[in-house]
């Protein structure tokens, strides 16, 4: 049956779940520290998260009604199968490793998201959004570089700045990024089977930039021609 559990102060998850229908946790804090969360139905978190170790959350829907960070001074891994919608900032007073989201239909950031070492790896059989500013910081802690590798079936959508140490791939049949900044440490690789649009004021890329579409529109914020470096 469903779990549906309302606190003032925290909740806490210190064993792992299996929950045959849907999961709704309301508190001021809630702290995942188990390794995995399944559910047959949504998981929502409303309330300020905290990633208290690496964990995967399984569900049709996941959404993040609040911030999400690791436990202080530690970075922990957040590996989302399904949907996923996060409303509040990622990694704000404490980065993640990483965020990989896999059997996703639609995956949504409205805030900003911070991550290090491992970066974002996306997969969705609709679309991608990115609301709020990107970063990732490769910081040597673990093997990785803080790449964002993001694949959608149908759309990926920018609309806010990416500061990224490592590459940006993406991948799906229509792309829009619409923002001043896009800036990574390694390669930007944009491929669009039908439409790309890229209206940016400044895309600098340590390893190059790919462009693929059937259709390709440039445009700066300001009017002007974009500069490519």
């Known amino acids: 049956g469903d779990v549906l559990v309302s606190a003032t102060n925290d909740i806490t998850l210190n064993a792992d779940f299996s929950v045959s229908g849907l999961m709704d946790l309301q508190a001021a804090a809630i702290i995942i520290d188990t390794a995995s969360v399944t559910s047959t139905g949504t998981q929502t978190y409303t309330g300020a998260t905290e990633i208290a170790q690496d964990t995967h959350l399984t569900g049709s829907t996941i959404t ?109 049949t229509n792309i829009e ?19 790309l649009r890229l209206e940016v004021d400044d895309i600098d890329a340590g390893g190059g930039v790919l462009l693929e579409a059937q259709r390709t529109t440039f445009k700066s914020g300001q009017g002007e021609t974009i500069q490519l470096n």
């Open 177 to 195: 990024v619409v923002t001043s900044l896009m800036i990574s440490g390694g390669s930007q690789s944009y491929r669009a089977s039908g439409d």
């Open 64 to 172: 993040f009604d609040g911030t999400v960070d690791s436990s202080a001074g530690q970075q922990y891994l957040l590996h989302v199968s399904g949907s996923l919608l996060v409303t509040g900032m990622i990694g704000n007073s404490a980065p993640l490793l990483g965020v990989l989201v896999d059997n996703a239909v639609t995956v949504e950031f409205q805030d900003t998201v911070h991550v290090s070492d491992e970066g974002l790896n996306i997969t969705a059989t609709d679309s991608v959004t990115f609301d709020g500013q990107v970063t990732t910081t490769d910081d040597g802690m673990v093997a990785g570089n803080g790449d964002v590798l993001v694949s959608a079936t149908n759309d990926i959508t920018v609309n806010a700045n990416f500061d990224i140490d490592g590459l940006v791939d993406f991948e799906a």
